[in-house]
């Protein structure tokens, strides 16, 4: 996961093991709102967002709640996949979350009015780019290159993956993976591995150029 932000965004904390209601959670956190984009349970669990639905929408602030807290809302259930179901989104700027629910796969889309979710193959690769900074003509430009990597990889390892996010593009600084566009610009790269036993967190500070990476245990139910 990319994280592209404005630089007047405070920077985010590395990933950590925070207790929660539920259990454990590893996460890196927001400097602002606390939230985060990308978190891993315990239980097994992960969820991944994006800004944006499915087409760029107007802000129109105040928010009820920052989108990286309605994350930590989900991944604080034993069933995200109903927990999106059936939490209460008004007033909450549109989203994409990647979910990752007791071994299957679901893409849900939050669009200011309605949700929408489906189950996605598990067993293919898949990308997605916010189309609050990406008009359509970018994103299938981006997806070619997903393709064409992942045609020429067998089982990508993760430091593949975490090169491939830091390096990928055709020199349009504006819309490489890692992008600088005025004052947007690719802050970090997290890779999340999930093993049988464990989840490997690791993150790319691209601000201050460290690396660092975070452990979970799984809890055996």
């Known amino acids: 996961s990319n994280r592209d932000e404005k630089h007047r965004r405070s920077p985010a904390s590395a990933p950590a093991v925070y207790k929660a209601a539920s259990g454990n959670i590893l996460f890196p956190k927001d400097g602002d709102a606390g939230g985060t984009w990308i978190a891993v349970h315990e239980n097994g669990n992960a969820i991944v967002f994006l800004n944006g639905s499915f087409v760029a929408h107007t802000p129109k602030p105040p928010y009820r709640k920052s989108r990286g807290l309605i994350l930590t809302d989900l991944i604080d259930h034993p069933e995200p996949y109903n927990a999106f179901l059936d939490i209460d989104l008004h007033n909450i ?105 464990q989840a490997l967190m690791r993150y790319l500070d691209l601000r201050n150029d460290l690396s660092f990476q975070q452990q979970l245990v799984f809890e055996k139910s």
């Open 93 to 197: 700027e549109p989203f994409t979350a990647i979910i990752w629910d007791d071994n299957r796969l679901f893409e849900g889309r939050w669009d200011g009015n309605d949700k929408h979710i489906s189950e996605l193959d598990k067993s293919k690769p898949h990308i997605w780019s916010s189309v609050t900074l990406y008009d359509p003509a970018v994103i299938s430009k981006r997806n070619r290159w997903f393709e064409e990597w992942i045609s020429g990889t067998k089982g990508p390892s993760q430091d593949e993956i975490l090169r491939f996010h830091q390096f990928t593009g055709d020199g349009d600084t504006h819309n490489d993976l890692k992008m600088v566009r005025g004052q947007v610009f690719t802050v970090s790269v997290t890779s999340l591995s999930l093993s049988g036993d």
